[in-house]
């Protein structure tokens, strides 16, 4: 079976409809919240604690979203114009990708930083697996 090299763009595309959907449930959460009148007020506008906990634990994981998924979208682009986007590359994406849903789930939701960690860690180490894969490509 042969794989598209474009399909690398696929988990990375999975990888930004992740941030929509947090983006939106952020949307839901501080709505409740002002419903609820859980918000203070006068400290939303500059600072984070203003709003409840579950409001700040998404706002969290939104900002995570711009951490090491940078990386993951540059390497896979990186794989992508080295010629180098096959199997491997392919499954270290979706491999990441499926680590990052679940962080985000755990990050939102319970926020057991223990599983939160392992989970981020997993997720790390599928991009190191790429950032070699890129480096190997860049050698031959």
Do not use: C
């Not at 696929?10 to 409809?17: A, E, F, G, S, T």
């Not at 906990?53 to 711009?66: A, C, D, G, L, T």
């Not at 090491?68 to 180098?84: E, I, K, M, Q, T």
């Amino acid at each position: 079976m042969s794989l598209q090299p474009t399909m690398i763009f696929l988990p990375v595309l999975v990888q930004i409809l992740l941030t929509v959907v947090m983006y939106l449930r952020l949307a839901g959460a501080k709505s409740r919240a002002l419903a609820r009148q859980e918000v203070d007020e006068a400290r939303r506008g500059l600072h984070d604690d203003a709003w409840p906990e579950s409001v700040q634990k998404i706002n969290n994981n939104i900002r995570n979203q711009f951490e090491v998924p940078v990386l993951f979208y540059v390497l896979a682009v990186l794989l992508y114009l080295l010629d180098a986007a096959g199997l491997v590359a392919q499954a270290l994406a979706w491999f990441f990708v499926i680590t990052r849903v679940l962080h985000a789930h755990v990050h939102s939701g319970s926020n057991v930083v223990a599983l939160r960690r392992r989970v981020f860690m997993l997720g790390f180490v599928s991009v190191l697996a790429m950032l070699v894969l890129v480096a190997t490509a860049l050698l031959q």
